[in-house]
């Protein structure tokens, strides 16, 4: 890999050799800067990783960037609106099918699942499944740029949500798996579905899961102490949180419980 380009300011333009990053215009609380939409190819042949949300003038925008190049494929990281709502408009307009795990978010005869290779223009995408934020989630390994297109497992910053169709126990395996997979691809850089690029992969995924085991004993603390709800929990353990984020955060530890409560 060439190396990096990261924007200081925003997510969007960033790349590697072979992937580049337009940003939707969808920025919030649970998004971040917005849903990155992932253009990977060489040539005249690209696939586009996640359209993101029906946005008009953000489908346009990445249709027009595309200039003379062809989308061969559209691949989504996970079923969730913001990276999936606009698929079947940006589909129509590039003529192009849509491959995901959740066969509900298909256009076209063919899904995605762990182990699939998918091919552009030479390069390769090598398909790790990875259920945990959601059942669907999946992340695509680039080999040619030794980097990890993550969706919304791994973000470029702060740390995900385990959302009310994943599953902790899942997502804790799938944390293991990446960070194996980073270690003995020598993987270089993380592409997330929001924030920015990630240079230190180990060093993102060690954070991820030493977070996840603190979290942990943070909820059996604050069980110990009388919590019973995931409001109650939320109240203690994310006490220095932003309360606009609660809702979320009681998702997350609703998930902990299940998960606490099944050990």
Do not use: C, F, K, Q
């Given at each position: 890999m060439s190396g990096l380009h990261i924007p200081i300011d925003?997510?969007?333009?960033?790349?590697?050799?072979?992937?580049?990053?337009?940003?939707?215009?969808?920025?919030?609380?649970?998004?971040?800067?917005?849903?990155?939409?992932?253009?990977?190819?060489?040539?005249?042949?690209?696939?586009?990783?996640?359209?993101?949300?029906?946005?008009?003038?953000?489908?346009?925008?990445?249709?027009?960037?595309?200039g003379e190049r062809r989308v061969t494929q559209i691949l989504l990281t996970h079923g969730h609106f913001d990276h999936s709502g606009g698929a079947k408009r940006f589909a129509g307009m590039v003529d192009a099918p849509v491959r995901a795990l959740d066969p509900r978010h298909r256009l076209g005869d063919e899904g995605l699942a762990d182990g699939d290779v998918v091919t552009v223009a030479g390069l390769e995408i090598h398909v790790y499944g990875t259920p945990g934020h959601s059942f669907d989630s999946l992340c695509f390994w680039l080999p040619e740029d030794r980097a990890m297109l993550t969706g919304d497992t791994i973000l470029g910053r702060g740390t995900t949500i385990i959302a009310r169709d994943g599953g902790l126990a899942d997502y804790l395996r799938s944390l293991d798996r990446l960070r194996a997979a980073a270690e003995s691809l020598d993987a270089r850089a993380l592409l997330p579905g929001h924030g920015p690029v990630l240079s230190d992969p180990i060093g993102a995924l060690d954070g991820y899961i030493t977070h996840r085991r603190q979290r942990l004993d943070q909820i059996r603390a604050a069980r110990r102490q009388g919590a019973k709800t995931p409001r109650q929990i939320v109240k203690i353990v994310y006490a220095d949180v932003d309360r606009s984020l609660w809702p979320a955060a009681e998702m997350s530890v609703a998930a902990q419980l299940d998960y606490l409560d099944r050990l």
């Open positions: 925003t997510p969007d333009g960033s790349r590697t050799t072979h992937a580049e990053n337009l940003l939707a215009p969808n920025p919030s609380a649970m998004t971040l800067d917005g849903t990155n939409t992932w253009l990977i190819g060489a040539g005249d042949e690209v696939i586009v990783v996640d359209p993101g949300p029906e946005d008009e003038s953000h489908l346009r925008r990445v249709a027009g960037h595309l």
